[in-house]
């Protein structure tokens, strides 16, 4: 396949796992491959928090020469993707692209958060912060810098369970309204036509309308890579084939042909950000 844009989650993908900040070597080969086409990053971060702890990590790696091509061909997809920017040089900020609001018809958003932060409060919490559109909890852990992670993923499957259990009682067809995803540091909970695989979708048109780049009505020459493709996961939708060229650098599903996994010479998987660097690197 001759790729023309790739896009990555964050956490997991860029990062090693239950880490914040990805590292130099990532941050080099992310700087080079902006060099050769666009590159967005899909999280379900806001754009505050993806500019405070994760953006300004990734640039401190990032030389002065560098830093105006780089930021030229850099695209965030936040909140799961229900929200898209692109980097605006002249004024040397993000501006939106596109928005996918919330349905209100299925349940309003202040409520439905005043009910799960009820529910969750045994593992974790709803986080009031900027997030504009979905509604994210965190565990007890989320505020500690080095929580022990496997107690995280264990808090955040709790959460993802209850969220579940209180979407049904909701509406039995919640899915036709939402999506839950679970990253194995929180839950977040997203409008169904505003996840990851639409803004594979958003991407390619923006690139096609503003770039005069061209894609396939699949967008399968933008590769997407993840680490949460479970059922359940926050990669699910995003690596789900439906738009875009899958990888995974974390679980896997063997009833996906679409998605692709990262090897070695010796056919071992390589997961989370030393995956993700082979793969980077394959496209340069």
Not at 54 to 79: C, I, Q, T
């Amino acid at each position: 396949m001759n790729f023309k844009a790739a896009m990555f989650d964050f956490d997991g993908t860029l990062t090693e796992k239950g880490h914040h900040s990805p590292s130099k070597e990532i941050a080099d080969a992310l700087v080079n491959l902006s060099q050769k086409m666009p590159i967005g990053f899909c999280t379900g971060r806001q754009l505050e928090s993806f500019e405070r702890r994760a953006l300004s990590k990734l640039l401190e790696h990032v030389s002065d020469e560098e830093r105006p091509r780089f930021m030229e061909n850099l695209y965030l997809f936040s909140e799961n993707g229900a929200i898209g920017y692109d980097f605006n040089p002249a004024i040397k900020d993000f501006e939106e692209i596109y928005r996918i609001e919330w349905p209100s018809e299925f349940i309003d958003r202040e409520k439905l958060r005043t009910i799960l932060n009820e529910e969750v409060k045994e593992y974790g919490e709803i986080l009031y912060n900027a997030h504009k559109i979905v509604v994210v909890m965190g565990t007890k852990f989320y505020y500690e810098d080095k929580p022990a992670i496997d107690k995280v993923y264990e808090l955040a499957d709790k959460i993802y369970d209850v969220v579940l259990g209180v979407l049904k009682k909701i509406n039995p067809d919640y899915l036709k309204y939402v999506h839950v995803g679970n990253s194995g540091i929180g839950v977040i909970i997203s409008p169904a036509n505003g996840d990851k695989d639409e803004a594979v979708e958003q991407f390619g048109k923006f690139l096609s309308e503003n770039r005069g780049m061209k894609f396939d009505s699949k967008y399968s020459e933008i590769l997407t890579a993840g680490d949460s493709a479970q059922v359940g996961g926050n990669d699910f939708y995003f690596l789900s084939g439906r738009f875009g060229t899958p990888y995974s650098v974390g679980e896997i599903l063997p009833d996906n042909p679409k998605l692709q996994s990262v090897k070695d010479e010796n056919g071992k998987r390589i997961l989370h950000s030393k995956g993700t660097l082979k793969l980077i690197q394959t496209l340069l």
